[in-house]
């Protein structure tokens, strides 16, 4: 068996333990003489692993007692469209910074349902900062705010969140459980599985209770928070195996040290390969400063053939999925929390080797 080093933004690598784990119990989960994926969601077994998961993610991301977590389907894009259905539902009003395309995504999609303004953008430089905030833009009577926290195509992170004075809204896909985040400063945030938590098909989102039970008349059962969170994610057959792999990726966190083990093993991560940019006369981090993420690094070489010839001699050596994202070209190179730290050395090594190779 030779496993590869996977730099993809999503569905990403997954801890080595946690395929392990999964593997041992394929045939037969403890004794039950059945898989996780043939169980019933209704069993006392299924339930036991549900149960777990979300005491785990409570502990893990200190998850105060008057939020809902809730197991969804249909990813982050889902989202864009349940959070206004649910949320934009007092003044109508809900204002959003555009920094990439997922949070124009979620901006297009509550138009669709009230008046959705776009308070700031980055778009001027093919979104290679956070914008500064202008507080006279921004609405007081706005039911949300809302922004992404990570922006997973353009590297870029929100260093320090904005100052708001209602609801914040945050999508996290590519920034959760990557380091600790004080959840009593959002009204809402949501995630999809598939770059930090686990397998895609699973969305989590974690809201604050007063936030749910306002859902416009026009909200199919589905989109609404309330009914799941009044069945515990279960009004319907939730993404039983997805929800597994999470509670044995939550648990692998757990043992690593929690979230500010995770982070300061990211920002080690995040440092071989941002120094090696820095100091490279080929290759060039697209994101400075403060913005940087610690999971998602954007570079290019400034010649489209040398990129191309980049990433297709990385794969051959066994680094996978650098290409950059369609919209912006280039390479990028994804180091979510199972990424091991011997991952970036290797590919640090290898880029210095292609530099002295071709320059
Ligand atoms: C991947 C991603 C999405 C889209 O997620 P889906 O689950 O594919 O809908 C949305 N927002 C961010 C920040 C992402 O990284």
Known sequence: MSRVYNFSAGPA??????????????????????????????????????????????????IPDNYKVLFLQGGASTQFAMIPLNLMTGSGKADFVITGQWANKAYQEAARYGDAKAVASSKDKTF????????????????????????TIYGTKWAELPE???????????????????????AMIYAGAQKNMGPAGLTVVIIRDDMIGHAKDITPTMLNYQIHADNGS?????????????????EWVKEM??????????????????????????FKAT???????LMNIPFVTGNEELDAKFVSEAKKAGFINLKGHRSVGGMRASVYNAMPIEGCEKLV????KFEEENS
């Open 128 to 151: 290679s900062y956070i914008p500064e905030i202008d507080k006279n833009e921004c609405r007081a009577d706005a039911d949300y705010f809302h922004i992404c926290l990570n922006n």
């Open 234 to 250: 279960m009004y319907n057959t939730p993404p039983t195996y997805s929800i597994y792999i999470l509670k044995l990726v939550l």
């Open 13 to 62: 690598m997954l801890p080595e333990k946690v395929l392990e784990t999964a593997a041992a119990e394929m045939l037969d989960y403890k004794g039950t003489g059945e898989s996780v994926m043939e169980m019933s969601h209704r069993s006392k077994e299924y339930q036991a692993i549900i149960d777990e998961t979300e005491a785990l993610l409570r502990e893990i991301m200190s």
């Open 257 to 282: 040290g929690g979230l500010e083990a995770m982070k300061a093993h990211n920002e080690k991560k995040a440092a071989i390969i941002y120094d090696f940019l820095d100091n490279s006369k080929l």
């Open 287 to 293: 994101v400075q400063g403060k913005d940087r993420s």
């Open 349 to 352: 090594a290898f880029m210095k």
């Open 164 to 186: 708001v004075s209602v609801p914040l809204v945050a999508d996290m896909s590519s920034c959760i459980l990557s380091e600790p985040v004080d959840v009593s400063k959002f």
